[in-house]
């Protein structure tokens, strides 16, 4: 998460304890559904909202999170300058990223025993009950903005190919959100904050980060004496004692995973989604700058941090700042053959839709 307020710290640990012993090997992220769900699965979420007060109209905002694939292009040419020093094959076609960091190939394999299809409809489950408390901003070409941005900084991660989407709830604290299965949230309090679309990319590209490092397993392996552990394995212990290996109740994994929303992330979660977020800018073309500009800037408006109190782990944001700089002087990488120059025209637009409806 950006800040302290609400994030999504171990939504998809406390399934992986559940479903890891009581379900048929892992199938491949090809296999997921892309832009849509089954038949089956639509009619498990809805009966799901219905039992927890989630209006069925929600699933609509789901839908709407779609747009035209050619348009979304138009919107990526507009924007990016292509290095004509550099040879490309096709003119017309917007070159390919640099090649990936070297520091990546350092990275451990992050690895969730959820498949994407059980990811996507747990995640499905929690942004319902999301968007329950928090309504959406309801501006068609400003959340088609944010979602082009976003999607284009996810196809600089290393999970390119889940079907992100992106919405902006309303709330006057800067706030974004990430839930398994690739569904983000910022607050509009955020966006009036934010100066460029650079700015805003590095926003979207730290939560892209936490989903696609699946974020807290590693934490979850580490923890699991733990009460809220125990509880989860005592229940992995109940499934697997049921005829026939029957799949996991992700009704029951949904509600766990919404009753930890509140929460901090750890250090090494936050210092990593902040590093992968700024490479994910750069290799779009973005400014390097944008990341330590955003961390400035809720710094200034919210204070350094949370107190000892509130969390020992979530580091302040000047330990973020100076962990950041440090990761652009050593390990960051840069886009040689394109460059996000022509954006600020269109992010204005976004801050005038902002101010004029609040």
Same mark, same amino acid.
């Given at each position: ?20 012993? *009581? ?9 997921? &559904?892309?832009? +849509? ?49 550099? &040879? ?23 690895? *969730? ?21 928090? &309504? ?18 996810? #196809? ?59 974020? +807290?397993? =590693? ?16 229940? =992995? ?8 290996? #029957? ?5 029951? @994994? ?27 800018? @750069? ?5 390097? #700058? ?5 961390? +400035? ?9 949370? #107190? ?12 973020? @700042? ?32 902002? *101010?004029?409806?609040?």
């Amino acid at each position: 998460m950006i800040y302290r307020t609400r994030c999504w710290r171990n939504i998809g640990f406390l399934a992986l304890l559940v479903l890891e012993a *009581s379900r048929p090997a892992r199938a491949s992220e090809s296999e997921a &559904p892309g832009g +849509g769900v089954s038949a089956d699965v639509r009619d498990r979420i809805a009966a799901y909202y219905e039992s927890r007060g989630v209006q069925a109209s929600v699933w609509d905002q789901f839908e709407a999170a779609e747009y035209d694939e050619e348009e979304y292009r138009r919107f990526v040419r507009r924007g990016v300058k292509v290095d004509t020093r550099v &040879p490309i094959a096709d003119p017309a076609r917007i070159p390919p990223p640099g090649p990936a960091p070297k520091w990546w190939q350092e990275l451990s394999a992050a690895k *969730s025993s959820l498949t994407l299809t059980e990811e996507t409809e747990v995640g499905l489950m929690v942004a319902g009950r999301v968007l329950r408390e928090y &309504p959406l901003w309801e501006d068609a070409e400003s959340t088609k903005y944010v979602r082009f941005v976003g999607r284009y900084v996810a #196809e600089q991660s290393m999970r390119p190919d889940i079907p992100y989407k992106f919405f902006i709830i309303q709330g006057k604290s800067p706030a974004a959100y990430s839930t398994p299965g690739g569904f983000l949230f910022v607050s509009t309090g955020l966006l009036q904050l934010l100066s460029d679309e650079d700015e805003l990319a590095f926003v979207l590209g730290h939560e892209v980060a936490h989903v696609a490092r699946f974020h +807290g397993i =590693l934490e979850v392996e580490r923890t699991a004496t733990t009460r809220r552990a125990n509880e989860a394995l005592e229940e =992995l212990d109940t499934m697997s004692q049921k005829s026939g290996g #029957e799949k996991p109740d992700l009704e029951a @994994i949904a509600d766990e995973a919404f009753k930890v929303f509140t929460g901090f992330r750890s250090r090494a979660e936050e210092d990593q989604a902040d590093a992968l977020g700024v490479d994910f800018t @750069i290799r779009g073309g973005y400014r390097k #700058e944008c990341g330590v500009e955003v961390l +400035g800037l809720l710094q200034k408006k919210l204070g350094d941090g949370p #107190e000892a109190s509130e969390s020992d782990t979530h580091p302040k944001f000047s330990e973020r @700042i100076q962990a950041l700089e440090r990761h652009l002087k050593s390990k960051a990488g840069s886009s040689p053959r394109r460059r996000m120059t022509s954006t600020q025209k269109r992010f204005d637009q976004l801050r005038k839709s902002l *101010s004029g409806k609040e």
